[in-house]
């Protein structure tokens, strides 16, 4: 073993590994333990428990045309112990970078680089990074904000100088690198306005020089401002106006320096805007074009197709996906496998699989009838109802009522077939992240329920409308990164929306679960099951969780009914690693549960 500064190096197995010299045994091999078979996909980190401090494990692989082909060899030097060099470099120099814990390579015969990584100390709490703040921008933000917004990026400009001062170029400056944490507690005066800690990453590029060029500094600069204007141009809420702010951040009052920064990054951005508005690569404003004008064609050509027709199309487009589309083929086997065990075939479990993938592509279609719907002056006569005596048991509460619904069947067109029954909806989406798109498919599907409302900032939506006596109606069937709970979906646990649940528990709202099948080409029925109400008592989280669960259990009920038309091709049990923790609870809590019956 040899000592190197604050950092020892040993062989275990076939790892060659760097770590810190405080670093425990135990964190050590928490940290190597599984490394050598893990997989992660490039650009991503892997969360490791090591002794009680949560590490990230970041593994190397080659992204582009050489990804498939090489993986995790690499030539000349290591990656890993280059960047675990300049993070203790940048750390004594006073850079906000993460705390290296550990850096490890196995290296072949010829000299190849494989199975490498760094591990670094989490950033904690509440770090995201500086897209992942911008895209989440709220867009009437207050005064307040938009000074936390200033002072974020004028800190970005000064990480960046000092990291420059220390004799570090990062090569590979861009807004998914750049992290933000909030203030820890206790560290900022009550009153205060704590701003956001800015952290740089991902220095496995980094050059190191005794004084970093001017030129080199103004290259590093331009980097990071082309890829505020190629978010920019993907609709992120970022513009010219916090580039300016990263200049003055970092060159203070030197207004040469500034202007020969922000004309290079000008001729960086100009040399790049073309080819990227013409590419079709993904979030370029040539495919986002794409996609608003292909979409809008197709809907319109397919308004005045025949319903058998549009049927037919949607059938074999389903084919062809299931056939070609060996992820979603493969998730989609998955999950049956998941839900039905040995009680199905594995040919019947393809039937089903497939039929689904001809189901979601019909449901798409669906946009294109809902026209007719909104324009029907008595209910349709294609569409039938089964519970309707449900709906009528919930509104005769004399409140709100809440439908909660999931991708099964044509769920499109059931609030569009209920508002001409007399229960209109307000419905909360997910748009998609193309803006226009986003807004057209709104204005369809306002042409079916009372109002439609963005996911993201609805929360004053839904108390104006609760206020207002109006219906709500929801899609409860989606994994949750963030957000939700975790509660049985078809017999295992999955991350669950519960707003339904915590609007039951706090207004006393009843629940609705249902769903709209297709019977036919141009055949519907909607199914509703009784309502919902939570429990008496108990505590309000434990109240709320109960309601999830119940609808969870009810619109499985109708999943199992009719499988064929729902989308099994979605990640409904993906467990993400920051909530492993909160799945790790929710089986305790059922296994005591379990014990206690």
Not at 129 to 135: D, F, I, N, P, Q
Not at 210 to 224: D, G
Not at 415 to 422: E, F, K, N, V, Y
Not at 486 to 507: E, K
Request: positive net charge; contains cysteine.
């Amino acid at each position: 073993m040899t000592k190197d500064g604050a950092f020892e190096e040993i062989r275990t197995g076939p790892f060659l590994v760097r770590f810190r010299a405080d670093l425990t045994p135990e964190a050590r091999a928490a940290l190597l333990e599984g490394a050598a078979g893990s997989f992660v996909p490039r650009g991503r980190g892997e969360r490791v428990q090591a002794a009680g401090r949560l590490a990230i494990r970041k593994h190397y692989r080659h992204g582009g045309l050489l990804g498939p082909l090489l993986g995790r060899f690499h030539l000349g030097r290591s990656r890993a112990f280059a960047e675990l060099a300049a993070l203790v470099l940048a750390r004594r120099s006073g850079v906000p970078v993460p705390e290296p814990l550990l850096a490890a390579c196995a290296r072949g015969r010829l000299g190849f680089g494989r199975r490498e990584f760094l591990a670094t100390e989490a950033i904690q709490p509440g770090a995201g990074s500086l897209l992942h703040y911008l895209t989440r921008f709220p867009e009437d933000a207050g005064p307040e904000k938009q000074r936390e917004r200033a002072n974020v990026f004028a800190d970005v400009g000064r990480a960046v100088r000092t990291l420059h001062e220390s004799g570090i170029h990062h090569r590979d400056l861009h807004l998914e690198n750049i992290l933000l944490q909030e203030p820890l507690p206790g560290t900022f005066a009550p009153g205060s306005h704590p701003s956001l800690r800015v952290f740089l990453l991902d220095f496995d590029r980094a050059r190191r020089y005794p004084i970093v060029p001017c030129a080199v500094r103004e290259r590093a600069l331009a980097r990071l401002l082309r890829s505020i204007a190629k978010w920019a141009m993907q609709e992120v809420p970022v513009g010219r106006t916090d580039m300016l702010r990263i200049l003055r951040g970092y060159a203070g009052g030197d207004k040469d320096f500034i202007r020969r920064a922000w004309a290079r990054a000008r001729r960086k951005i100009a040399w790049h805007s073309p080819r990227w508005r013409l590419s079709l690569s993904k979030g370029s404003p040539g495919r986002l074009a794409l996609e608003y004008y292909g979409t809008r064609a197709f809907l319109g050509v397919l308004g005045f197709l025949p319903a058998r027709f549009r049927g037919a199309v949607a059938s074999l487009a389903g084919f062809l996906t299931f056939r070609f589309d060996s992820n979603r083929r493969r998730r989609a086997l998955g999950n049956l496998d998941l839900v039905y065990g040995d009680s199905l075939t594995s040919a019947e479990k393809r039937r089903i699989a497939r039929a689904s993938f001809g189901s979601f592509l019909h449901a798409m279609f669906d946009f294109s009838v809902l026209e007719r719907f909104a324009r029907a002056t008595s209910p349709p006569s294609e569409v039938e109802i089964e519970g309707k005596e449900n709906l009528e048991a919930a509104r005769k509460e004399g409140r709100p009522l809440v439908f909660v619904t999931g991708h099964l069947g044509a769920w499109e067109i059931a609030p569009a077939a209920l508002r001409t029954h007399g229960f209109p909806f307000m419905v909360v989406v997910r748009p998609p992240q193309n803006r226009r798109l986003a807004e057209y498919l709104s204005r369809r599907r306002a042409l079916g329920a009372e109002n439609v409302v963005p996911k993201r900032g609805a929360a004053r939506f839904l108390l104006a409308t609760i206020r207002a006596g109006q219906n709500l109606g929801f899609l409860a069937d989606q994994a949750q990164r963030h957000e939700g709970i975790f509660a049985d979906f078809l017999g295992h646990p999955a991350t669950s929306v519960d707003t339904h649940g915590i609007l039951a528990v706090r207004y006393g709202l009843p629940i609705v679960v249902g769903a709209c099948v297709r019977e036919g080409s141009n055949r519907w029925r909607i199914i509703l099951c009784p309502p919902i109400h939570p429990p008496p008592d108990g505590p309000r989280e434990s109240r709320a969780r109960a309601v999830v669960q119940a609808a969870n259990d009810a619109f499985g009920s109708l999943i199992r009914r009719y499988p064929a038309q729902y989308l099994w091709s979605h990640e409904r049990w993906k467990i993400y690693k920051e909530r492993q923790a909160e799945l790790d609870a929710f089986l305790e809590m059922k296994a005591k549960a379990a014990g206690q019956t």
